[in-house]
C-alpha cells in the first residue's frame, strides 16, 4: 500500500480523529439498521486502526502531565 504525507497541526489531527471516530460509530451502529445496507467489516477494522494511530500521534504533542512523588 502506497503512503501519502501530510502537514497537519495538531488541533487539525484531534479534530479529523474525533469525526472519523463519530463515523465508525455511524457506520457500525446506526446504518445496519438502515434498509439496503451493506456491511463493510474491513472498512471498519481499518477506520479504527487509523483513529488508534491518530490518537497516538496527538499524544506525543500532548504536555505530559507529570506526577510529584511523595518522598517519606
Avoid: N, W, Y
Wanted: hydrophobic share 40%; proline share 7%.
Amino acid at each position: 500500500m502506497e503512503s501519502i504525507t501530510l502537514k497537519l497541526t495538531p488541533e487539525e489531527v484531534k479534530l479529523l480523529a474525533s469525526l472519523a471516530s463519530d463515523q465508525l460509530f455511524r457506520k457500525e451502529f446506526i446504518d445496519p439498521k438502515m434498509p439496503g445496507h451493506k456491511a463493510t467489516p474491513g472498512e471498519i477494522t481499518m477506520g479504527k486502526s487509523l483513529v488508534g494511530r491518530l490518537r497516538l500521534t496527538l499524544e506525543q504533542f500532548s504536555p505530559k502531565k507529570i506526577v510529584a512523588r511523595k518522598t517519606s
